[in-house]
Nanobody, 126 residues
Framework: QLQLVESGGGLVQPGGSLRLSCAAS????????IAWFRQAPGKEREGVSC????????NYTESVKGRFTISRDNAKNTVYLQMNSLKPEDTAVYHC???????????????????WGQGTQVTVSS
């Protein structure tokens, strides 16, 4: 079965950290730019970060710059999102996606999504 599976979400206090993982099964992530998206209740889906297939290029939405770091380990077929200094407004379901036509994350907001994970809940609350 071809799928992406996210893990690592949970409940954390403001200022805390979490590391999300996105693991692929049934296919290799090597040739894909991978993005993290999030969606909070009542809000539109938001692109959070993207990493190119080689890992040499990364992009972040403005609100997470300096706090979140995206990385990948192609040998483990996994992408990570390290989230530090978490804020209540980061609360959302986080999904990872394998992109087609992202061109090294230069057009990640409009790229086609080949694979989409089921999501992991991140809740930031005291």
């Amino acid at each position: 079965q071809l799928q992406l599976v996210e893990s690592g979400g949970g409940l954390v206090q403001p200022g805390g950290s979490l590391r999300l993982s996105c693991a692929a099964s049934g296919f290799t992530l090597d040739y894909y730019d991978i993005a993290w998206f999030r969606q909070a209740p009542g809000k539109e889906r938001e692109g959070v970060s993207c990493i190119s297939s080689s890992g040499s290029k990364t992009n972040y939405t403005e609100s997470v710059k300096g706090r979140f770091t995206i990385s990948r380990d192609n040998a483990k077929n996994t992408v990570y999102l390290q989230m530090n200094s978490l804020k209540p407004e980061d609360t959302a379901v986080y999904h990872c996606a394998a992109l087609r036509g992202s061109f090294g994350c230069s057009t990640w907001y409009t790229a086609h999504i080949d694979y989409w994970g089921q999501g992991t809940q991140v809740t930031v609350s005291s």
